[in-house]
């Protein structure tokens, strides 16, 4: 038994002793550290950390040690770009992955597409960021908004069928994108009788969404669309739910993330209807045990519960792993070949990376938030999510056809 004990020892050493002397594989980590995003950036970096410790702990990657190196986009989409360059020029990194908007994650993935470097849309829903302006170089992990107009879409119009909608949209690209889609596939597409209004975007104020919401409530609307994201949502519900509008309306907040229901609170969240990639209650539910595993170690290490985001940038680092052990190399155009039409078993259900649009395609669920009493008997008071239907990926996502349309819209060549 000594002996057994002193070899594991040596050999503990021998490996702790090769990753130190490796040289690290650097990644770069673009998100918001401030401004309106800054919760779901955090999730980010979070998530991020412990998948770069848990592979170090276990090897490296084909004997490198990971190296994180972050930067602060401040949500603002030139400021990502000048990050991803500095990151690949200055700082070496081989690959880079973050962004919240769908803005600057398409100005980032870019700026590394122009100097040979892989990008991972880590929080990216707008249809563009692998659509119209998508290229080879860019991979988004999550949904997009079509996948989640299209399974959101399946639920309402089996619960709501011929009640007007009234949209509030964040003006840049991920919100047209939503509206857009859920317009498509709800069948509210006449803007007459579904009407509508575009609040600013990144510095709307109190009193826009206050203008906005008073033109919901006169419309007569029955489903209150609320196309925000991040703080900007928090504050707009919050004066939805002074006016009495939670009460009133079905509300609808296509992107739910587990951050933003927490900056609102469980009384006033309670019912609110939304679509998810992922929510760290599924992996209990379906038994997912790989997810479990991230739940716990998560939850365990940060004492709160993982959002999406978290979950993104977690899986985006091991698929980055996984993907170069299966290359044998970091060069990006062996990746790539390496990426397309994988498929895998990680969080949730079975994913892959679609080879002519590099999105990933996998399970959308539709959520809806359950009652304050049943949310804060959660150990960190975040059992939110109720799972009230999904739409498995292949028939949530475009087809190659409908596809080819918008980059033949946009004036893009059919293949990246």
């Not at 002193?6 to 090769?18: E, K, Q």
């Not at 939805?240 to 939670?246: N, P, Q, S």
């Not at 939850?299 to 979950?311: H, L, Q, V």
Request: with cysteine; proline share 3%.
């Amino acid at each position: 038994m000594k002996f057994a004990h002193a070899l594991f020892s040596v050999c503990l050493m021998l490996l702790v002793s090769t990753l130190v002397s490796a040289e690290a594989l650097k990644i770069g980590l673009n998100y918001p550290q401030t401004g309106r995003y800054k919760d779901q950036g955090l999730q980010q970096r979070l998530g991020a950390f412990l998948a770069v410790d848990e592979i170090n702990e276990a090897g490296g990657v084909m004997g490198r040690p990971l190296e994180l190196v972050i930067r602060n986009t401040r949500g603002e989409p030139a400021r990502g770009a000048k990050n991803t360059a500095e990151l690949i020029d200055r700082e070496g990194v081989e690959m880079m992955f973050g962004g919240v908007s769908s803005a600057v994650a398409i100005a980032s993935g870019k700026a590394a597409r122009d100097r040979n470097t892989l990008y991972f849309g880590t929080l990216t829903y707008s249809n563009a960021t692998t659509g119209s302006e998508g290229h080879e170089y860019m991979f988004r992990e999550p949904y997009n908004a079509w996948m989640t107009a299209k399974a959101l879409s399946q639920y309402l119009k089996r619960n709501h069928a011929g009640q007007e909608y009234f949209y509030i949209t964040a003006d840049y690209t991920w919100g047209w994108s939503v509206e857009e889609s859920v317009r498509k596939f709800s069948d509210t597409e006449d803007t007459a009788q579904h009407q509508g209004v575009k609040t600013p975007f990144p510095r709307a104020l109190i009193t826009d969404f206050r203008e906005a919401l008073e033109q919901a409530e006169a419309s007569g609307a029955k489903v209150l669309m609320m196309v925000l994201f991040g703080d900007d949502m928090v504050r707009a519900l919050n004066v939805a739910y002074e006016m009495g509008l939670t009460e009133k309306m079905q509300v609808v907040v296509p992107n739910l993330t587990l951050g933003m229901a927490r900056q609102v609170g469980p009384t006033i969240m309670e019912g609110i209807v939304g679509g998810s990639p992922w929510v760290w209650n599924a992996p209990y539910e379906l038994n997912y045990p790989r997810g479990k595993t991230f739940v716990e170690a998560f939850s365990k290490r940060y004492e709160m519960r993982p959002s999406t985001a978290a979950a993104s940038a977690y899986s985006i680092v091991y698929q980055y792993k996984d993907a170069v052990e299966r290359a044998g190399t970091t060069d990006s155009r062996a990746l790539i070949k390496a990426l397309e039409g994988h498929r895998y078993t990680f969080l949730k259900d079975e994913q892959y990376w679609r080879a002519f649009d590099h999105q990933n395609v996998q399970t959308v669920y539709v959520v809806k938030i359950k009652p304050r009493n049943t949310i804060i008997q959660d150990e960190y008071s975040a059992d939110y999510f109720s799972i009230i239907d999904s739409m498995k990926g292949d028939e949530a996502a475009q087809t190659r056809e409908e596809w080819e349309t918008r980059r033949r819209e946009a004036g893009k060549p059919l293949t990246l």
